[in-house]
C-alpha cells in the first residue's frame, strides 16, 4: 500500500507534479534543441519557451491523473508507490482538477508565444497535447484503460515534443530531429511501461486495463526490455549522434534491465522507475553532446 504522511502546505502540490517524471519532459526538449543547433541557429526565448510548454504538460499530466484516478477509485490501497494525493486525501478532485488546468493554461501561453514566433499550426499540434492530457485517465473511456496510453506517450513526448524542440528554431523538420525523436520517445514510453508494470496487481481488479494488463507480467517485462535496448541501438547506431559519445549511457541500461529480467514486483520496481529517467535524461545529454560536437 501506500505510505507517508501529508505533506505541509504547498509540498502536497510537488508531490502531485511527481517532480521525478519531469526528466521525461526534460530530455527531449534538450535533444531537440541541439538538434536545431546543428542546423542551424538557436533563439534562446523560444528554447525557455518550449522547455516550459513540456515540463507544463508534464505536471498538468501528473495531475490530471491523481485528479481522475483518485475519482474513480482507481487508486485503492493496495497500491504500491508514492501517494497519490486526491486517494490520500489530501486534496479534493476539484482542485486538483483546477491545478490540472492551471499548467495546462501555462503551457497554451508559452505554446501560443511560439505559435506567434513560427507557425499557427502549433495551435492545432498544442490542443491535441491538451486532448491528449485530458483523455488519458479521464473522460468517459480513458485511452489509458484500453491499452493506448503508450501510443500516445510516444508520439506526444517522443515525436511532437522532440521534434518540436527543433522545429520552433528551424522552422524546418530535420532528419536528425526525427531519429532523435526516436530513442526520447521509446525511453518516454518505458517510464509509462515500468510505472504500470509495478502496478498490474492493482490495475487489473478495478477495471483499468492497460497494455500492461493486456499483455501479462511476462509480455510487459519482454516490452520493456526492448524498449530500452532498442533506445539505446538507435541512438549509438545513427551516425549523426557520433556513436562514440552517444554510447556512454549505455551502461545505465544496467539498472533497468537487470531487475526487470531478474524478476522485480512492488517496491522493487520503484528503483527501476528511477533508473529509467536517469537513462533517458542521460541518453539525451549524451545525444545532445553528439550532435553539437560530433563530425
Known amino acids: 500500500m501506500t505510505t ?68 474513480r477509485g ?21 482542485a486538483m ?16 508565444a511560439l505559435a506567434a514566433a513560427t507557425t499557427w499550426w502549433l495551435v492545432a499540434i498544442g490542443a491535441a497535447a491538451v486532448l491528449a492530457t485530458l483523455g488519458y485517465s479521464g473522460g468517459p473511456k480513458p485511452y489509458a484503460s484500453v491499452g493506448l496510453g503508450e501510443v500516445f506517450v510516444f508520439v506526444f513526448f517522443g515525436l511532437v515534443a522532440t521534434v518540436g524542440s527543433a522545429f520552433v528554431h528551424l522552422e524546418a523538420i530535420t532528419a536528425a530531429a526525427v531519429v532523435a525523436a526516436v530513442p526520447m520517445g521509446l525511453l518516454a514510453v518505458a517510464i509509462l511501461v515500468a510505472n504500470n508494470l509495478r502496478d498490474l496487481p492493482t490495475d487489473a481488479p478495478v477495471g483499468k486495463r492497460t497494455l500492461a494488463v493486456r499483455l501479462g507480467d511476462a509480455g510487459t517485462r519482454r516490452l520493456l526490455v526492448a524498449l530500452v535496448l532498442l533506445a ?5 547506431a545513427y551516425p549523426a549522434f557520433w556513436p562514440p559519445l552517444a554510447a556512454l549511457a549505455v551502461p545505465l541500461g544496467l539498472p533497468v534491465l ?35 560536437l560530433g563530425p
Open 232 to 236: 539505446l541501438v538507435v541512438a549509438v
Open 74 to 94: 482507481v487508486d485503492t490501497a493496495e497500491r504500491v508507490g508514492p501517494p497519490r494525493a486526491v486517494a490520500a486525501g489530501w486534496v479534493t478532485p476539484r
Open 4 to 71: 507517508g504522511g501529508r505533506p505541509a502546505g504547498w509540498r502536497v502540490w510537488v508531490e502531485a507534479a511527481r517532480p521525478r517524471t519531469l526528466p521525461a519532459a526534460l530530455a527531449p526538449v534538450l535533444v531537440g534543441t541541439a538538434a536545431a543547433a546543428r542546423a542551424g541557429e538557436v533563439v534562446p526565448w523560444r528554447a525557455v519557451a518550449a522547455l516550459v510548454v513540456a515540463l507544463a504538460l508534464q505536471v498538468a499530466v501528473n495531475f490530471a491523473n491523481d485528479a481522475f484516478d483518485g475519482e
Open 258 to 292: 537487470r531487475p526487470i529480467r531478474a524478476g522485480a514486483t512492488g517496491w522493487a520496481l520503484i528503483p527501476v522507475l528511477a533508473a529509467t529517467g536517469r537513462l533517458q535524461l542521460a541518453l539525451a545529454v549524451a545525444v545532445a553532446a553528439a550532435l553539437l
Open 97 to 112: 482538477k483546477a491545478a490540472t488546468g492551471a499548467a495546462l493554461a501555462v503551457a497554451a501561453v508559452a505554446g501560443l
